[in-house]
């Protein structure tokens, strides 16, 4: 289903579409690169349309542009929730991505899916890996894989975000085993460090990845905070690949 989000609209008027049975899917029209009404009953009736299951596939309103969920704090909530950014996807052709991969029934294959290109409909291959966050440790230690596999000179741009974060700097690390978190600095496996406001922080890490990315290994990503323990509730990291 289509929905055009607009100034003033509310969560109690979605509500009733997203409790349909019958609807899976849904392609949200929203602002800019992704942003919507700052009312937090509306963010959260999307995000826990996307928790319980429902598709929730965000697109521009904008002519050009493209859907960089995150990147305000209005669409932060929609990101935790589950909710995926369409880049630069038009509506309509959003619309029949999400048609064609909910016939084809691929289950949990369906959000990556989505976020990659496969008839010319997108610019770039959106790679999202999602991580929940550990207790309080030393370091963190997070591994997954894109969607698909691509050579390190086609990276356009990775970005880290975290987030519920309880400490105040942190540094963070590719394919690195033995981090000495005193020195993060001089350790050439180090890919940039952020300092975090209000439990969130995000980091271009495009350098580093170019830098230390191996082509078809898993990724490793190693979080410090210098030495002291902390917490952190997500890390999301975004890769951004040219087709």
């Not at 619309?95 to 610019?123: C, F, I, T, Y």
């Not at 291959?125 to 698909?148: I, K, M, Q, V, W």
């Amino acid at each position: 289903m289509d929905l055009t989000l607009y100034p003033g609209v509310r969560g109690e008027q979605l509500r009733p579409f997203f409790q349909r049975d019958d609807i899976k899917g849904f392609v949200l029209r929203t602002f800019g690169s992704g942003t919507t009404p700052r009312d937090p009953e509306l963010l959260e009736v999307v995000a826990g349309a996307a928790r319980q299951g429902k598709i929730m596939l965000v697109v521009t309103q904008c002519v050009e542009g493209s859907v960089d969920l995150g990147r305000y704090d209005a669409s932060t909530t929609l990101l935790e929730g589950g909710v995926v950014g369409g880049f630069d996807l038009t509506p309509e052709t959003a619309l029949v991505k999400l048609m064609w991969l909910l016939a084809l029934e691929q289950g949990a294959e369906l959000l990556p899916q989505l976020q990659v290109d496969h008839r010319g409909e997108q610019s770039y291959d959106h790679h999202h890996l999602s991580f929940e966050g550990h207790g309080s440790l030393l370091e963190h230690t997070f591994s997954g894989r894109p969607t698909a596999p691509f050579p390190r000179e086609k990276l356009k741009r990775a970005l880290i975000r975290v987030s519920g974060c309880d400490h105040s700097k942190l540094t963070f690390f590719l394919n690195a085993m033995g981090v000495d978190p005193a020195t993060p600095d001089t350790d050439v496996r180090s890919i940039g460090s952020t300092e975090i406001q209000d439990g969130r922080g995000v980091l271009d890490v495009t350098r580093g990845l170019k830098r230390l990315l191996i082509d078809n290994r898993p990724l490793r990503l190693t979080v410090t905070g210098g030495g002291a323990s902390f917490s952190l509730t997500r890390l999301d990291l975004t890769l951004l690949v040219e087709n």
